[in-house]
């Protein structure tokens, strides 16, 4: 008799897969459904990204000014794409979520109206002082 406790946890502490990228290959009904041919038939899913990856910006070589944040550092030099990891040409280049659009509009349209609110103060205590003398 086996304990339901610990198959929960075991499955619990193995890692989450990620639905994004299926190791697994699309099944099309003709097929059979024996997991020794569904093993062969699978692709890894790094096989189905495409193996040109995009040119950098800069070609190798280029001194990369302004981005030295040492203070008796130098500034760095550019490498060949080739000896940068291939996830720095998968990053976003927009890296700000759209959710986030409606509170920075929020937060600007405040910012606004508490400016226009401190320039109406100070010509309000200018001109009571005007009347004063």
Known sequence: ???TCRSALTALRQPARRISQPTFAVLSPTRS???????????????????????????????????NYLKDGQDPVA?????????V?????????SLAKGKD?????????RADLKKRTKADIKAANDLKG
């Open 33 to 67: 459904l024996s997991s020794s041919s569904l093993l062969a038939d699978a692709k890894p899913a790094s096989s189905t990204r495409s193996s040109s990856s995009p040119a950098s910006s800069c070609p190798a070589g280029t001194v990369l000014k302004g981005l």
């Open 1 to 3: 008799m086996s304990c």
């Open 89 to 97: 040409f998968t990053m976003p280049a927009n890296k700000e979520p």
């Open 79 to 87: 490498l060949e794409d080739s000896e940068y990891p291939s996830w």
């Open 105 to 113: 509009n929020a937060a600007a349209e405040l910012r606004k109206q």
